[in-house]
C-alpha cells in the first residue's frame, strides 16, 4: 500500500461535513451538560473481554494483541466501556453520564461503508422506574426537534416481548421459528408455522412478521396472553406519554426485529426520518448492562446518536460569502475584533493587497482592507 | 411512495419478469430495453437491471430498497438485509463435481476451484473436512481438466455443461433460486407499499402453481 492511501473504511473529514460534525457534536454535549449529565471519556482501546456482551457482532471489531498476549480492540461499542467504569470505580449511583466519541466496527470491504462511527449519547444509571426512559426519549426528541429534523418517526419496542410469546410455543419449535422471524424470510416462517400445532395464538403467529407499523394499530393486535401484557401495558404507557409530551413525533411499534444490542432487556426505542439510510439515534433499558463485570446488577437506561447518520438528516445551511479581513501590522486589535462580529470571516495573512486581493477573488470571497480606511 | 428495485439482469431477470407481470407490474419498458438499466416510467415502481452482487451493494448502501437475486449470491456474500421471499423461480443447485477418475476419500488436503468460495467453505465445514479453496472467475469445469483442482463447486441447472466436460456429479451440496430481499430500513419506511408488493406476488406464484 502506498503512503497516499488510506486504509479501506477509513475517510478524512473536511469542508462542509466537517464543520456540521463539529457544530453538532459541540449543541449535543452542550445540551446534554446542561441537563445535569456528567462527561465521561473513555479509551478508544479496550481489552476485547469488555465487549464480550456483544458476541457473536464482537467479530466485526479491530483487534489487536498486547505485549501479554492479552486481545485488545478498538472500541465497538461506548456503552459497555462506562459499565466497566462503574463497576471498578466504587462510583455510587445513580449517576448521568453523556459522551461523545468514535466507535469502530469492519464493514465489508469494498461496500462504500465506514469502520469509524461518531456517537454522542447519554447513560443514565440506578433508576428503575420509567422517568429514565422518559428523560432519555425526550432529550433525544427535543434535540432533533432543535436541530430542525422534522419527519422523525420514533419506533418503540420491548426486548422480552418476543421471547415471552416464544414460551407460549413448544420448545423445540422456539429457535427456528425466532431466527425466520428476524430475519423476516416469510418462506422459511410460514414452513416452520406449518408445523406447530393449533393453537389460539395461530393468527397472531401468522401475522407475526409484519407486527411493526402505526403504534396504536400494532397494539391493538397482541393477543390476550397474560404474560405479554405488561409489555404491552408499558408501551402504551410510553406511547400516551410521548404523545402528550412530544406530539411532533411520529410514534411506531415494532414487535418482530431483534434488539440492536443483546443487553437490551426492557423498552427500546430507535428513530429515523423519511430519507435517512440509518437509524438517527437508538436506545433502551438495560438492566443487565453490569452482568458482565459484576454480580450486583444497575438499572441503566440509555441512548446515542448516530452522529454521522445525524448530520446527513440535518437541513442544509447556507455559509454566508467569506470574507477576509486585510490589515497591517498596528491593526491586530481591530482585524480580530472585526473577524468576531462579521460572519464568516476570517483574517487575511498577505502581506501585500494585491496578493491580498487574488487570494479573496480565488475564494469568492469579499475583501474588507483595513489599511486603506486609514488613509481615508 | 416509489418502490426501488433492483433487479439481476441476464437469467434472474428472464426468469423472474413473468412472475413479476403476473404480479401486476408493467414490465414491457423492461422487455424493450435496448441499453437502458435504469426504468422510472412507474411512479409505483422504479426499477434497475445490475450484476447479482451488486444488487446487494446497492441495497446495502440504502439506494435501493428491494433487490432480486440468486441465493448463491445471498448466501456467498452473507447479505445483511431481510431475505424476504423465495420466489421459486431460477431453481438450480450446486454440486461438487470432477472427473471420473476423481476419489471423494482421497487421503489428502484436496483442491477445489470454485466461484463460490464461501459456500464451498461452508459446504466443506459441516462434512468436517478441511480443503484448499482456489477461486476462478468463470468456466470453473476447466479446473478439474487441466489439472488446477482435484474437484469444482458450481451451480447446475441441467448439467449439460458438465456432461459435455466429461464431469460427474459427486455430492448435491444447497438448492439456489431466485428471492426478494429487502433493505430493512426501507421496510420500515414503506411498510404498506413492500408489503402490497409481497402479497402481490405470493398471489402471483400461488396462482402459477395451479
Known sequence: ?376 | MTINIALTKGRTEKMVLPLLKRAGMNIEPILNKGRRLIFNDDPNYHVILAKGPDVLTYLNGGAMDVGIVGSDILVEQRNPQYDMLDLNTGRCHFVLASTKDFDPGLARRKIIATKYPQITQDYFNTIGEDVEIIKIEGSVELAPLVGLADAIVDIVETGDTLRENHLQVYAELMPVSTHLVVNKLALKQKQGEIKQLLLQLQQAMQEAAL
Request: hydrophobic share 40%; glycine share 6%.
Open chain 1, 1 to 376: 500500500m502506498s503512503k497516499r492511501n488510506l486504509p479501506i473504511g477509513t475517510r478524512d473529514e473536511f469542508g462542509p461535513l466537517a464543520l456540521k460534525k463539529v457544530q453538532l457534536t459541540n449543541t449535543l454535549q452542550q445540551r446534554f451538560i446542561k441537563a445535569g449529565f456528567d462527561p465521561i471519556k473513555t479509551p478508544v482501546l479496550e481489552y476485547r473481554a469488555v465487549f464480550d456482551a456483544m458476541a457473536p457482532t464482537l467479530e466485526s471489531a479491530y483487534q489487536f494483541l498486547e505485549e501479554s498476549g492479552e486481545p485488545l480492540v478498538l472500541r465497538p461499542d461506548l456503552t459497555l466501556p462506562v459499565a466497566r467504569v462503574m463497576s471498578t470505580t466504587g462510583i455510587t449511583p445513580p449517576t448521568k453520564w453523556c459522551y461523545v466519541g468514535d466507535v469502530f466496527r469492519i464493514k465489508k470491504r469494498h461496500s462504500g461503508g465506514y469502520n469509524q462511527i461518531t456517537q454522542a449519547g447519554v447513560e443514565i444509571i440506578g433508576y428503575p422506574g420509567s422517568k429514565a426512559e422518559a428523560e432519555c426519549l425526550l432529550l433525544a426528541a427535543g434535540l432533533c426537534d432543535d436541530l430542525g429534523i422534522n419527519n422523525v418517526t420514533l419506533e418503540l419496542s420491548d426486548a422480552s416481548f418476543v421471547d415471552t410469546v416464544l414460551e407460549q410455543l413448544p420448545e423445540v419449535a422456539r429457535d427456528s421459528l425466532k431466527q425466520a422471524l428476524f430475519a423476516k424470510n416469510l418462506t422459511k416462517y410460514a414452513e416452520q408455522l406449518k408445523r406447530l400445532p393449533q393453537s389460539p395464538l395461530n393468527d397472531f403467529l401468522a401475522q407475526w412478521p409484519w407486527l411493526f407499523g402505526d403504534a396504536d394499530e400494532v397494539l391493538a393486535k397482541i393477543p390476550p396472553v397474560p404474560a405479554l401484557q405488561q409489555a404491552v401495558a408499558n408501551l402504551k404507557q410510553t406511547v400516551d406519554f410521548l404523545k402528550a409530551n412530544a406530539p411532533q413525533l411520529q410514534l411506531t411499534v415494532d414487535l418482530s426485529s431483534p434488539t440492536p444490542q443483546p443487553y437490551y432487556t426492557g423498552l427500546v426505542f430507535r428513530a429515523y426520518a423519511k430519507q435517512s439510510a440509518d437509524y438517527l439515534f437508538s436506545g433502551g433499558r438495560y438492566d443487565r448492562l453490569l452482568s458482565s463485570f459484576q454480580q450486583t446488577l444497575q438499572p441503566a437506561v440509555g441512548f446515542s446518536f448516530d452522529v454521522d447518520a445525524l448530520s446527513l438528516a440535518l437541513p442544509d445551511t447556507k455559509q454566508p460569502q467569506p470574507t477576509l479581513i486585510y490589515f497591517n501590522d498596528s491593526q491586530w486589535q481591530q482585524a480580530q475584533a472585526l473577524v468576531q462580529q462579521t460572519p464568516n470571516a476570517t483574517l487575511c495573512l498577505d502581506d501585500n493587497l494585491r496578493q491580498a486581493q487574488s487570494q479573496a477573488d480565488s475564494l469568492g470571497a469579499k475583501l474588507i482592507d483595513l489599511t486603506q480606511e486609514v488613509t481615508q
